[in-house]
């Protein structure tokens, strides 16, 4: 019986994941997030309350740093499929598989999160959507980058180590195009933040066993870098979704899937 719950759980984590993905890349504009200041200090905003509403693009910038096997570091916009990129500490790099979905040209919002390595004081800025997964320092899992606050830790690399990259800005910006790469771990290192592959669902440990059906497609029929067109064996979930609608599972995908609730700091 058990196990019969938990394929059906991982089976709407896929459906999810893609439905979600196929709405950002049918969307034009990116997505339309409302913010409301809710503390202001001699006259200025300190934190705002945003909601995202629809369509949401769920990855990276394309300005987006990626560190490459010889230790260089390249847009995320200029990695091609194959290239060898750093996925977590103690050098561990591996092949960019696929792009789950991207898009080159258009602006688009990203929630600018500004960390600092709490041993060197280096720091870095990582453009990432908020219902984007990113590595907790502290709680040793991934989060919803828009749950994160200023005072937080993330996973941050250092010296081919994770080190607690602290949060000291949190900023809504717009930057161009959006890139969501596939790795066989489902991690990659962003900016020297260590982030997941995945968004929207909560859980990035069954997000990748999940994802390994596609990773299983891509394995026969090669990846895409545009990836504009979702190929039709995942389309072909959506209506594995929907059944699962009419039998009463919409509780149990709401408790995994991002709320499109986040807080920032500043607007750029
Ligand atoms: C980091 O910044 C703090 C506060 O400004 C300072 O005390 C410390 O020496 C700095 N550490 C390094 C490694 O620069």
């Not at 709407?12 to 993905?21: P, V």
Request: proline fraction near 3%.
């Amino acid at each position: 019986m058990k196990s019969k719950f938990s394929t059906t759980v991982h089976l709407m984590f896929i459906i999810l994941l893609i439905k979600i993905n196929i709405r950002s890349v049918n969307s034009v504009s990116g997505y339309d997030s409302t913010c409301t200041c809710n503390s202001v200090n001699s006259g200025v905003c300190m934190l705002y309350t945003c909601s995202t509403t629809t369509r949401s693009p769920s990855c990276f910038s394309g300005s987006s740093e990626i560190t490459l096997a010889d230790g260089t570091t390249k847009p995320l916009s200029h990695i091609q499929i194959g290239d060898k990129v750093l996925v977590n500490q103690h050098n561990i790099y591996e092949p960019i598989l696929s792009f789950i979905h991207a898009k080159p040209d258009g602006l688009f919002s990203f929630l600018a999160i500004q960390v600092q390595s709490t041993k060197s004081n280096l720091s870095s800025t990582i453009f990432v959507s908020p219902n984007h997964l990113v590595f907790d320092f502290d709680l040793g899992k991934a989060l919803f980058a828009g749950k994160f606050h200023v005072g937080d830790r993330v996973q941050f690399i250092e010296n081919n180590e994770i080190v607690p990259g602290k949060i000291i800005n949190i900023k809504l910006t717009k930057q161009e195009g959006y890139y969501a790469p596939l790795t066989s771990s489902g991690r990659i290192v962003v900016n020297g933040v260590v982030a997941s592959n995945y968004a929207t669902v909560s859980n990035h440990e069954l997000a990748h066993q999940v994802m390994g059906i596609y990773r299983w497609w891509i394995d026969l029929f090669g990846g895409s870098l545009l990836n504009e067109e979702i190929p039709w064996m995942l389309q072909m979930m959506l209506y594995v979704e929907q059944m699962i609608q009419w039998c009463g599972g919409q509780t149990i995908i709401k408790n995994y899937i991002y709320d499109g609730k986040f807080e920032i700091s500043s607007i750029a």
